[in-house]
């Protein structure tokens, strides 16, 4: 269930729903200058919003994150309350204070803060080329380069545009050698696999072996020649948090399957799930049990598990890329 809240109001209560018609709240308190009541509402609900999968905060949190008053202002809070319903509802009145915004953002941060804001608005309307060009802006950020490059890497995806993707990012790598691994992305979608080989020993120094081992593998994977030399590189232990071998399990499942062992699959599909609910669980998981199913003859049932996958949540890359295997 998504996160709701009541407010009371003429002595009754009122179901406001999420975070985007709190913030429909927070403007509409705004507009009758309750700058108290607003900023509860700020404290109340954007600071408690939780990091996504993808390992930064939601907009909405970075620009409310202060507790000096200029931080607090109406100025905060007309942005924070635009960014929690861009997010989430088509809402051309939060999208147009956001972009009024960039121009006046007194620093780096609040800039890039907006800007994230803005990604998350066109990502949840689909409008890609608008993603696209804010997204390239904030690759330039130090503290949002990797939203940045998720962003763009969703636009191209959705869009197939590849080329340009490609050509954005090698503009990008002068300021920021990590551009390299979108260039790698974009080369391996436009089936460019020895141009991604390139792009990938460019960022060796910039990345952990397993990354550049995973953009290998699935290279191989999008030309159909995929090996058993992927799938040792993948096993190859590296130190990770707290001195545990990190190990990316649904890819390895995932290789498994392709090479046609679905005892190895299942037994990395169930290490990389472990005990979630599977309510939770995005494309790769599917992607990867249909093959398990396939290869075991359970055609009819491969076919409905597959059809699973394509609703899936897909939020990561690795997710969408899963699905582009699918028959």
């Known amino acids: 269930m998504p996160d709701m809240y009541v407010v009371r109001e003429d002595g009754r209560y009122k179901l406001l729903g999420g975070p985007e018609d709190v913030g429909q709240r927070v403007l509409e308190l705004l507009k009758h200058n309750e700058i108290a009541a607003a900023q509860w509402w700020l404290d109340k609900v954007a600071k408690e919003l939780p990091g996504n999968s993808n390992g930064w905060m939601p907009a909405a949190r970075t620009i409310w994150s202060g507790i000096a008053p200029q931080t607090r ?20 009145e939060s999208v147009r204070i956001l972009e009024e915004a960039v121009p006046r953002a007194k620093t780096d941060l609040e800039r890039f803060q907006i800007e994230l804001a ?13 993603l696209f060009i804010h997204a390239n802006r904030l690759k330039t950020s130090k503290t949002f380069a990797d939203a940045g490059l998720f962003y763009a890497e969703e636009a191209a995806e959705a869009t197939g545009d590849w080329k340009a993707a490609e050509s954005a990012a090698l503009e990008m790598t002068k300021a920021d050698a990590k551009n390299w691994r979108l260039v790698a992305v974009a080369r391996m979608r436009s089936h460019n696999p020895d141009g991604a080989d390139e792009a990938i020993g460019k960022l060796k120094s910039h990345a952990s072996d397993a990354e550049l081992e995973e953009l290998r593998a699935w290279n191989k994977i999008f030309r159909k020649k995929v090996d058993e030399e992927s799938l040792a590189a993948l096993q190859k232990p590296e130190e990770g948090l707290h001195g545990t071998a990190q190990f990316n399990f649904y890819l390895i499942a995932l290789v498994n399957s392709i090479l046609g062992k679905p005892d190895e699959a299942l037994d990395g ?7 979630a609910d599977p309510a939770t669980l995005d494309a790769r998981a599917w992607v990867v049990y249909g093959n398990i199913c396939r290869l075991y003859g359970f055609e009819s049932t491969a076919a409905a598990i597959e059809a699973r996958a394509r609703t899936a949540k897909n939020e990561s890359d690795q997710a969408k890329w899963a699905l582009t295997t699918l028959p």
């Open 118 to 130: 803005l990604c998350e608005a066109f990502a949840h309307a689909k409008k890609w080329d608008r």
């Open 73 to 92: 202002g109406p100025e905060a809070i007309r942005l924070a309350a635009a960014a929690l319903i861009a997010a989430k509802s088509d809402s051309p």
């Open 269 to 275: 599909l169930k290490k990389a799930v472990g005990d």
